[in-house]
Every structure is written in C-alpha cells, then in structure tokens.
C-alpha cells in the first residue's frame, strides 16, 4: 500500500457516499491501525454522516466498504460505524480484524448496536468465513 493508493481511496470514499447520499460528506482521514491488543484494521473519520443515512443506505454501503477492504487487503469481517456519544452523528467508520481477546466482546453482543456508540453493518463470526452471516 503506497501513500498514492490511500489517498485515491479517501477520495472514492467520499465521491461515493456524496453521490449515494446527494449532500456534501467529508472524509476528513483515512487511518491504517494496529492496536496493542493485536486487533487492525482502517478507519474512515467523516463529517455530515448520520445513523439515518446508513439504516437507508446500508446494503449499498456495505457493498461498497468491502470493495475498499478488499482494495486494501483487509479482511472485512467487522465493519462498524463509530457513533459520536448520545447523538446519531457517524464519526468514523471501521474495518476491523479483531483480535482473539477483543473478538468475543462482539461474537457475544446481539443486535446492531452492543454499545451505544457503535452500530454493527457487517460481522463475520469466526468458522462462517464467506457464508455471509452478517447481523
């Protein structure tokens, strides 16, 4: 991955969800991470996205957020829009590749929503790999 790349996928990102969506969404950065627990992954920090939008447009959302993972080379098993505290506003949106500690905090939750900051598009249970189980 080269920095040319990163910077062509924040900007499709953005096109993307301005058209789908017809209103001004800024991608104001695209993160790789490795966190110290071993969970990766990227995310995608944006202004003018709402819970609404992605209740509306979430199949076409999530197709295309798999298509990036896929761009990226990163597994798109945990994809996640990270809500900002007591509001419907999307600060980011994330591809996960969760670690072997952090993965049953989510493979235990039910529903979109185990947390009140973080609404579920795709989770992929371990040993369902390209069954599609998503919730």
């Not at 896929?70 to 900002?84: D, T």
């Not at 905090?105 to 598009?121: H, L, N, Q, V």
């Amino acid at each position: 991955m080269i920095t040319k790349e990163i910077l062509q996928i924040r900007s499709d990102i953005e096109n993307n969800l301005r058209k789908m969506l017809a209103r001004a969404v800024m991608v104001t950065e695209l993160d790789v991470f490795a966190l110290p627990c071993g969970c990766s992954g990227i995310t995608v920090n944006v202004r003018g996205l709402e819970l609404d939008d992605i209740e509306v447009f979430e199949e076409q959302m999530l197709s295309f957020f798999k298509e990036v993972a896929s761009r990226l080379e990163i597994p798109s098993s945990f994809i996640f829009a990270r809500l900002v505290p007591g509001s419907s506003v999307v600060a980011a949106i994330n591809w996960r590749v969760l670690c072997d500690r952090c993965y049953p905090e989510f493979a235990i939750a039910s529903g979109k929503t185990p947390r009140p900051d973080i609404y579920i598009m795709h989770f992929e249970r371990r040993g369902q790999k390209g069954k599609g189980k998503k919730r």
